[in-house]
């Protein structure tokens, strides 16, 4: 089975920081809502993304989930190490007959590949941010509905102008 914690993660977050922009208020089961799952799987997440210092909860009737830290210094690979942990992008199978040149060294051939695709992944991941990650869902919408693209910038721009005016 596909494991999905990382970009169902990755859409939480995004989703806050969208929400923080648009000053909706963000909940765990906004969010199960919007992910099609349960209220207690987003939480699950919530957790570690909120011990990270990516997300902060908080509960009450005005309570719910915002950004902990400015979305240009939160990282997808920051989002990836906390969601996945040390799992392995695939695992090495030990209990092959250990003979002739591929049985006596795949494992380690295996180890090595994944190793490197691993530390690709996450070079990759810390070089966007969130602010990225929304900038090219926009990018996204406006190639897919061309005639709104220009109320969205518009839209990015005075949000992108406050924000640096409030700096």
Known sequence: MIDTRFSTAMQIVISVAVNDEAGVRTTSQSLAQALDTSSSFVRKLLLPLAEANIL?????????????????????????????????????RHEIPHEGLVGENICDLSEYLCDRAEQAVVDMLGSVTIEDSVAELRRLEAQKHPSGADEQEAASERVSQERHAAE
């Open 56 to 92: 902060v909860a908080s509960a009450g009737g005005k309570g719910g989930v915002r950004l902990a830290r400015p979305r240009n210094d939160i990282q997808l690979a920051e989002i990836y190490a906390v969601v996945t942990g040390n799992k392995r992008l695939w695992a090495t």
